[in-house]
C-alpha cells in the first residue's frame, strides 16, 4: 500500500450560531410570561429586571459554550438586544392588562 502522505481530518461543520439566539429569545419570553403571571403587580418591573439580568448572563453563557471567536460580540448584541425588545413588548401588554378594570 502507498502512503498518501498526511491527510487532515475534515473539519465538522459549526453549529448553527443563530439557533443560540433563538434559544436567549425563548428564554426571554418564557421568563417574562412567568414573570407577569406570578408576580404581583407592583413587583412586576423589578422582577423584569431581574430576569432580563439572567437572560444577558445566559447570553454570554450561550454564545461562549458555542466556541467560536467569529461574530461573538454580534451574536451577543442580537441574542441581547432582541430578548429587551421582547421582554419589553410584553412587559407593556401587562402594563396595558392592568389598566383594565376587572
Known sequence: MRKNGDMSEPALAPRNAF???????????VGSIVIGIFAPEEWRIPWMLVGFGAVVLFSFAVQLWYGRTQGFIFRVASSVTGALLLMGIISVGFGLAALIPS
Open 19 to 29: 439557533t443560540g439566539v433563538i434559544a436567549v429569545w425563548a428564554t426571554a419570553f
